[in-house]
């Protein structure tokens, strides 16, 4: 068993790592307390093949492996999770949506534009009433000759206010319950869909998330992603890849306030010596530094399956949930560490703290994951 990366994945590596640092880092502090979205950051991501990594080239992608895409996602986070959120969703999401359930004409209509950079992509399942229960939405759409009207409001929805085109979940027959849900490709210049209002949020204020309305908007057949009936299954498999790419996230949030404690840790004197010579920190730094290790390997572990083809549900649970809670551990840590400069944002603790929680929420809380992982081990 190998767990050595190769030589062409440390150089992605690396190659993200250095556009993180010389296009984002500079800015990260600014565009945080601005809540800015990065449009021209993302294009040029979509010009390295950052936003369409983990599909073939014929599409306009990158080719690369789910593995690759992990170590993508976690050197983005590293320096900035907002960022890091908007291409997981962008990729495991929205194009992930449409190349796992679409047909080869909206393949090809809709992914070159998405791997490039040139349109960014949403995917809307959460409604105000429907979070950990994805399967009780209100969004209808309801058939009308060879063209679907939908009416709703989904939120919190990652990429909603720049998008270019959004998957949309409605419902489509309610007395089928989750065979009656069916999934949309929808353009952002169709007349009764659009961004609604963006949240002020505690953390991930790069990222944007905001409100996606739909009022009368009329789609054609054609537009259909999938069978109809088919959108909350497909969406449950699209979930299985969205969860390890947000496992990866929380891994760069953990390591990113692991390597600033530590640098800090060496800095810091007190009492007339190094803070990293005393063993309270040193046992800190030591357990951060453990489990970010057994994190990755998860998340590796479940990208590696994915890879294989083999399904992925109960290890994309595991890698989430393990490593978004981590991440929570290991940035209380490092604001600990820190002392009363981890509570001064000119000291980048305090914003992995405030931007780590996200991942035990997003994309299936915690407690989803592990109802998840109990169903699988109990054979339920």
């Avoid at 809307?124 to 009780?136: C, I, N, Q, V």
Wanted: hydrophobic share 40%; charged share 25%; aromatic share 8%.
């Amino acid at each position: 068993m190998d767990f050595s990366l190769t030589d062409e994945q440390d150089q992605i590596k690396q190659m993200v790592r250095d556009f993180a640092e010389a296009e984002i880092k500079p800015n990260v502090m600014e565009w945080d307390e601005a809540q800015h979205f990065p449009v021209d950051v993302m294009r040029k991501l979509g010009e390295l093949g950052m936003l369409g990594a983990i599909f073939p080239e014929k599409y306009g992608g990158a080719g690369l492996s789910y593995v690759d895409y992990v170590n993508i996602i976690e050197e983005l986070a590293v320096v900035e999770s907002g960022v890091a959120l908007a291409v997981a969703a962008h990729n495991s999401l929205c194009a992930g949506h449409i190349y796992l359930a679409g047909n080869e004409e909206q393949r090809q209509r809709y992914l070159p534009k998405l791997t490039s950079g040139e349109w960014i992509g949403c995917w809307a399942l959460t409604e105000p009433s429907s979070g950990s229960d994805a399967s009780g939405m209100h969004t209808i759409a309801v058939q009308d000759g060879d063209t679907w009207v939908l009416n709703g409001t989904k939120n919190f929805i990652t990429n909603a206010t720049h998008a270019n085109v959004a998957v949309v979940l409605a419902v489509t027959d309610r007395a089928d319950k989750k065979h009656g849900i069916t999934a949309f490709a929808i353009e952002m210049d169709r007349d009764g869909i659009r961004p609604g209002k963006k949240e002020n949020k505690l953390g991930m204020r790069m990222s944007d998330t905001a409100e996606l309305v739909l009022e009368d908007c009329r789609v054609p057949a054609e537009n259909v992603l999938g069978k109809v009936g088919y959108g909350f299954i497909d969406s449950m498999k699209v979930l299985d890849g969205g969860r390890i790419s947000i496992g990866a996230l929380a891994v760069g949030i953990a390591r990113g306030a692991y390597e600033a404690a530590r640098s800090y840790a060496k800095q810091r004197t007190a009492f007339g010596q190094s803070i990293a010579g005393f063993q309270a920190i040193q046992f800190m730094l030591a357990d951060m530094a453990t489990e970010i290790e057994a994190a990755r390997l998860l998340c590796y572990r479940a990208a590696a399956l994915k890879d294989a083809g083999d399904r992925t549900t109960t290890w994309s649970a595991m890698a989430k949930l393990y490593a978004s809670e981590v991440a929570v551990r290991a940035s209380d840590k490092g604001v600990q560490i820190h002392g009363g400069y981890g509570f001064i944002k000119e000291y980048p603790a305090e914003k992995y703290y405030r931007d780590v929680k996200l991942c035990t929420i997003g994309e299936g809380t915690s407690e989803i994951q592990r109802m998840v992982i109990a169903r699988a081990i109990l054979a339920m």
